[in-house]
Nanobody, 126 residues
């Protein structure tokens, strides 16, 4: 069992940065892929980024590629999402997730993740 708690959300102006953290408890976090998803009002939850259990593989949504960086520190059982050059369209609730299955072609699908945090709000104003 893995429990995830996000932090670091907030309100910023466009062009600024935020770093989200995801604190995990449970022994399987270090062997699980970790992903970030987001959900804006009235929209479906969408994939943002994923990192493999050892940090060697990272994939990003096209909309955030070059601006966001995902990372993890298994020694601290914590994952991160560094968000730079934020845009108003990045406004959403951001969710951390962990999945026991390795990264494959399905990493963008929420159903391939087993554990979810409660979410943290990110609001970007123009």
């Amino acid at each position: 069992q893995v429990q995830l708690v996000e932090s670091g959300g907030g309100s910023v102006q466009a062009g600024n940065s935020l770093r989200l953290s995801c604190a995990a408890s449970g022994r399987t976090f270090s062997t699980s892929k970790m992903g970030w998803f987001r959900q804006a009002p009235g929209k479906e939850r969408e994939f943002v980024a994923v990192v493999s259990w050892n940090g060697n593989l990272k994939y990003y949504a096209d909309s955030v590629k070059g601006r966001f960086t995902i990372s993890r520190d298994n020694a601290k059982s914590t994952g991160y999402l560094q968000m730079n050059s934020l845009k108003p369209e990045d406004t959403a609730v951001y969710y951390c997730s962990a999945g026991r299955r390795g990264i494959s072609t399905t990493y963008e699908r929420p159903e391939t993740y087993d554990y979810w945090g409660q979410g943290t709000q990110v609001t970007v104003s123009s």
